[in-house]
Structures are given as structure tokens and as C-alpha cells.
């Protein structure tokens, strides 16, 4: 059996931007400038006594092995026995801490699972007996810092508010993956709070994590809320990583990280004990390097009843009708180049393609949509932080927004909390203006928005692009995208299903096509995809080059 070289002890180091102190009546935390070892961070938030032998952490050459190697690969290297877990624990810490932290430091990853070692042995145990709980045994998955898992890790939505939500419980996605015999290594950087509390927000940002970066050019945007978990599976800090997405929190990141990414239907995956922003849209969803990966993560979350990777069928495609949605462009002329390519190999794959040029929403829809978002999170977020098992300082909405006040200078040192403050005036979810809203933008999504376009254009699958061309970070201006190319809020408010897939390119600045379709149809769009991606092959190893300069562009014939 091939194994990885002799391995020799490393520290994870965790690293923090700047000096910042979080006071409360429970806790007083320093974050230090200087790299913190992982092993004096958790001692220092209570979570761990000592680092014993069976989980220090092992260095190898950062990328060796595992750089290329897909969820699938992985998976089928732990079955053949030519890599056991803790050895891939090992090699993607050494990543972490080579890449993370370090080098360009990404800042993708919050935490790492003090246990992983230990776990990592205990399914080489499993599997060596003969008696592994899954395929997903023994493979590292990365979860995004608003997803709790019941490991010694906080919680904490990327704020320093709730730097000791340390619940002790698993969200059932989680559950279902640790029945599952995967190992989950650690939390990843995010939008804070889940890129729902300012209209100037930067998208990757986190009092806790810093700003995430995009591995492939890094000064381009990470986008977000899934910051972290897209940008470490590009760069290969674990087989795989979850996402949530309320309105665009997958499919945004995955895209400009070169990686695939689903947003599954709404209900397929359950949210509770995930910091919520609005019920009748969050999910979580996987993100990963193929289409493969994503379906056998999804079985993974879902205690594999659906049966998502054996289903998959790359004919399926063939005489199939795929509406292409031109209305979703934006006028940028290399993505449209890039668009333009992607249907086309669509239509050599035995797609008919059916032009979809025109399409509006109904009037009022983004009014509405406000309604809806600030009313579920006034009561959703209260719910949480009020409910909490953790010792937090905050359990409502109205004490969160008065702790950022307080410690303005870490919470909003790049941008406000307007969307916060906005929200304590939202209607009750009893409330007419609440009941109509809702109703107006599912019916705007739903049967006048992709059930019409399916049914009216008589097709099974929608296709556009899944963004603009991710722009520069800045962090003066806010966010500054360019027009927005893409009708994924339809698959996000309506609640169906959204697969992003790399098609391409610009400059090194990863772009990729949407599949999106009706309710419940996530394995036809994984099936969609799968065809794609094998055609293509159009995914990035990033670069981790600084910034797109002239001579990295080219004429576009």
C-alpha cells in the first residue's frame, strides 16, 4: 500500500489581522497580532486542557497527494487502502498551515477540531476491521462557521459575539455526516453573519476570521457567505466543504473559487441548529471540486437514503431541452464569450436548446423580498441567540446590535450594521405585511418565475451564468460588483435547486454556468452537470497569483 513520507510534528498556528479585545460579564478574550498556536487558542477558550500524542498534527510537504485528488479520489484511495485518514488529516493540515496562515494566507479556515487526529484513527480502525460506516469514512470535511457541530469548536457566524457558542450539539446534516464516519476537521471563514448585517458589507469578512481570499487571483473577491468554504476547497485544505446559502451564499462563492457548488432544494437538508437569516430559504448545501464529490457529500448529509452518487447519469442529457437564459447576461463580453461556449457544448452533448431572452419579475419584488428577510430575522436570530445552551452575551437581536455598538472598533471596522437596525422594525411573521410579501415573492419565483419558464418554454433544465466576473477586493468602497449576471435569487426564494459548475475562465478569474430546475430535481441537475464537467474538464488548480495585470489578458476573437 502506498503511504505519504515520515511525517514530524508541526503547530497549526491560527492567526489574527489585528490586536482586538472582546469584553462581556462571562469572558474576557485577547486575540493576539502574532500567530496563536492552535493548542493555546482552544486552552485559552476552555476547550481543551492538552494537546495529547494522538493528536498532534504531522507535516509533509504542503499539497503533497492531495492537491488534485477530488472527494471521489479521496474516497477511492481509502477504499483501495493506498492512503489511510489520518495520513489525508495530516496532509491537509500541513496545507492549512503552509497556505492559511501562511504564504498567501488565505484566512479561510476559524478553527480546527482538536479531535481530528483521533477520529482520523479511529476510522483507519473501522476500516482495517473490515467494517467502515460509509464511503465517507475517514474523509476530512470542512463546515462553515455558522453550522454547529457538537466537537469542541464554537460557533460563531463569524462574530466576536459568539466567540464561546461552544453548544456541544450537532446540526442534523452534521449528525448525518459523523454517522456517516466522516471527520469533521474544522470551521470555515465567512461572511459575518452570513453577509446579513450591512448593505456595505465586504463579502469574506469576519471579526473572527479576517477576510477570506480568492486562491486563485488573490485580490479578486472570495464573494460570500460561504467564503471559507469555497476558497478552502480550492486550495485543498479537505475533501470537501459545507456551505449555506440564503440568497446566493453557494453558488456566488463556488463559482468565483473554480469549484462546484449545490444549493439543494429547500427542505432537503434540515436547519436547525445552523445560525439562521430566513427560514423559507436557508439550506446548506456542498461545495467541492466535482460534481461526483458534491453528490457523494449530499448522501453524506443525508444518511445516503436518496442515493444521490449511484444516480448519477451523464446520458441523461441526451434529447434533453435546456432553456437558456440570455436575459441573465450581463454585457460583459468575455463572460458572454465564456457563456456562449458552455451552451454550446451543451448542444454538442445532445441538448436541444431552447433561447429564453426576456423575463421580468413583478413589480415590487425586491420590496417585498426585504420584508420577508428582515421579519424572518428578527425572529429567527432571536430565537437562536435566546436559545443557545453556550454562556453568550447576547439573546436577542436588539443585544446583538447594542454588543456592536459597544465594540464598534472590532465589529464594525470596515461597515455598519444597517441591515441589523433595519430589522428591529420588521413586521411579526402573523403580520398581513409579512403574510403578503411572502406569498408575492414565492409566487414570483415559483409559478410565474422557473415553474413558467419551464412550463412555458417546455423545458426540463435552465442554464445562465452563475455571476459577474468576481471584481477587486475593497475594502473602503464595500462591495463593488459589476452588473449582475445570473438569475440564481430565482433557485434561492423559490426554494428549487441550483448546481454551479467551473465552465471557464477570464484571466486566470474562475466563471461558471448554473443548472437550475424544479423542485425536488437535484439529482437531474447533478446528472446535467456531471456531463458538463466530464466534457470540460474546465476547473482550475488556483495560482495564487497577486492581481490580474495587462499581459494577462488577451484579445478576445
Not at 470537501?240 to 440564503?246: I, P, Q
Not at 430589522?423 to 405585511?433: F, I, K, Q, V
Request: glycine fraction near 8%; charge should be negative.
Amino acid at each position: 500500500m502506498h503511504r505519504l513520507p515520515a511525517l514530524a510534528f508541526t503547530t497549526i498556528m491560527v492567526m489574527f489581522a489585528e490586536p482586538r479585545q472582546v469584553t462581556s460579564s462571562m469572558q474576557t478574550i485577547v486575540f493576539l497580532s502574532k500567530a496563536l498556536p492552535l493548542t493555546s487558542l482552544l486552552m485559552l477558550l476552555g476547550l481543551m486542557s492538552s494537546c495529547s500524542n494522538d493528536q498532534q498534527i504531522s507535516e509533509v510537504e504542503p499539497g503533497f497527494g492531495v492537491v488534485e485528488m477530488t472527494l471521489a479520489d479521496v474516497v477511492a484511495a481509502l477504499e483501495a487502502d493506498e492512503i489511510s485518514s489520518t495520513e489525508l488529516v495530516a496532509a491537509y493540515l500541513a496545507r492549512v498551515d503552509a497556505m492559511d496562515r501562511q504564504g498567501p494566507a488565505l484566512q479561510a479556515l476559524i478553527a480546527i477540531n482538536p479531535d481530528a487526529m483521533t477520529l482520523a484513527a479511529a476510522s483507519d480502525a473501522r476500516r482495517a476491521e473490515g467494517n467502515p460506516k460509509s464511503r465517507l469514512d475517514g474523509v476530512p470535511v470542512l463546515l462553515k462557521d455558522n453550522i454547529e457541530s457538537m466537537d469542541a469548536m464554537a460557533t460563531t457566524a463569524g462574530s466576536t459575539a459568539l466567540i464561546g457558542n461552544v453548544t456541544g450539539r450537532d446540526s442534523p446534516l452534521v449528525a448525518s455526516l459523523r454517522a456517516s464516519g466522516a471527520i469533521i476537521l474544522g470551521k470555515t471563514n465567512l461572511s459575518q453573519w452570513a453577509n446579513y448585517r450591512s448593505t456595505n458589507s465586504v463579502s469574506g469578512w469576519s471579526s473572527v476570521g479576517g477576510l477570506v481570499k480568492n486562491p486563485h487571483v488573490l485580490d479578486r473577491q472570495a464573494c460570500g457567505s460561504s467564503s471559507g468554504s469555497a476558497s478552502a476547497t480550492a486550495a485543498s485544505f479537505a475533501a470537501a466543504s459545507v456551505g449555506t446559502e440564503t440568497n446566493g451564499s453557494i453558488i456566488c462563492p463556488a463559482q468565483v473559487n473554480g469549484v462546484v457548488g449545490l444549493k439543494p432544494t429547500h427542505g432537503l437538508l434540515s436547519i436547525k441548529h445552523i445560525v439562521p437569516i430566513a427560514a423559507t430559504q436557508d439550506t446548506a448545501g456542498p461545495i467541492t471540486k466535482s460534481v461526483a464529490g458534491a453528490a457523494l457529500l449530499l448522501d453524506g448529509m443525508t444518511d445516503g437514503k436518496y442515493r444521490f452518487f449511484d444516480g448519477l447519469d451523464a446520458t441523461a442529457i441526451a434529447g434533453m431541452r435546456i432553456g437558456v437564459m440570455n436575459f441573465s447576461l450581463n454585457g460583459n463580453p468575455r463572460l458572454t464569450a465564456a457563456f456562449n461556449d458552455a451552451v454550446a457544448t451543451l448542444e454538442g452533448l445532445g441538448a436541444e436548446l431552447v433561447a429564453i431572452d426576456e423575463f421580468e419579475r413583478d413589480e415590487g419584488y425586491w420590496a417585498s423580498s426585504g420584508i420577508v428577510m428582515d421579519a424572518e430575522f428578527k425572529t429567527y436570530i432571536t430565537d437562536y441567540l435566546a436559545n443557545s445552551p453556550a454562556n453568550i452575551p447576547v439573546r436577542s437581536l436588539a443585544e446583538l446590535v447594542e454588543f456592536n455598538q459597544e465594540h464598534a472598533a472590532v465589529e464594525q471596522a470596515i461597515f455598519d450594521q444597517d441591515i441589523f437596525v433595519s430589522a428591529l422594525d420588521a413586521p411579526a411573521l402573523d403580520s398581513e405585511a409579512y403574510q403578503t410579501a411572502l406569498a408575492s415573492v414565492k409566487a414570483a419565483t415559483r409559478e410565474n418565475g422557473i415553474d413558467f419558464l419551464l412550463r412555458h418554454y417546455e423545458v426540463d433544465v435552465l442554464v445562465g451564468p452563475s455571476g459577474p466576473v468576481s471584481p477587486r477586493v475593497d475594502v473602503v468602497n464595500g462591495d463593488v460588483w459589476p452588473a449582475w449576471a445570473g438569475a440564481g435569487s430565482l433557485a434561492a426564494v423559490s426554494g428549487y435547486p441550483n448546481l454551479t459548475v467551473p465552465m471557464g475562465d477570464i484571466a486566470g478569474v474562475p466563471v461558471g454556468i448554473s443548472f437550475m430546475s424544479g423542485s425536488g430535481k437535484d439529482q437531474l441537475l447533478l446528472s446535467v452537470g456531471l456531463a458538463f464537467e466530464q466534457t470540460t474538464n474546465a476547473r482550475l488548480t488556483p495560482a495564487y497569483k497577486p492581481s490580474v495585470v495587462v499581459n494577462d489578458m488577451a484579445f478576445l476573437e
